[in-house]
């Protein structure tokens, strides 16, 4: 991977997650202590973080709104931010722990509104826009955001 690249990355990822995980530190850290090229992150605190977050956020969002759901997974997928089955599991990507709060909470809501609405048609959009009224701009958010919060979090690479 380009060094440009890289650095621009970092950069989106630190400033949706603020300074809280260091990130920047950390791969340096990584960086330093391997020698040859191919050197990589693999997020394993984010991940960590991510799955007792997702999970809270998720317990919380389905009491609000009286949706149950069975088990809740995370995935990592690489553009797929979540999903769910006819068992009423939840999948929901670890990369949006890198993504501002409303994009997880949008991920939640739509996957929730699939368990009414195994489609994508009318009356799903509905579900999910009484569930968020302002759903749009997250949607639109991941739609331009996503490609690069993906290929930032898919175990960088540096020659
Ligand atoms: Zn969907």
Redesign the pocket.
């Known amino acids: 991977m380009h060094k440009k690249l890289t650095k621009k990355v970092l950069k989106a990822i630190e400033s949706w997650i603020g300074i809280r995980l260091n990130l920047r530190q950390r791969y340096r850290i990584i960086v330093r202590s391997q020698p040859r090229a191919h050197r990589k992150i693999k997020f394993t605190q984010e991940k960590k973080l991510a799955k007792a977050h997702f999970a809270k956020r998720l317990s919380e969002i389905s009491n609000t709104h009286a949706i149950s759901y069975n088990k809740f997974r995370l995935s990592s997928a690489k553009t797929r931010w979540g999903s769910c089955s006819r068992k009423r599991n939840i999948n929901l990507n670890w990369r949006l722990i890198f993504a501002p709060p409303g994009i997880l909470d949008y991920v939640i809501m739509?996957?929730l509104s699939?368990l009414t609405h195994m489609n994508?048609s009318k009356a799903f959009w509905a579900h999910v826009e009484r569930m968020m009224p302002d759903y749009k701009t997250h949607r639109a958010w991941l739609k331009k955001n996503g490609r690069l919060l993906s290929r930032a979090t898919n175990k960088i690479q540096i020659h």
Do not use: C
Request: charged share 25%; proline share 0%; net charge negative.
């Open positions: 739509h996957e699939h994508h």
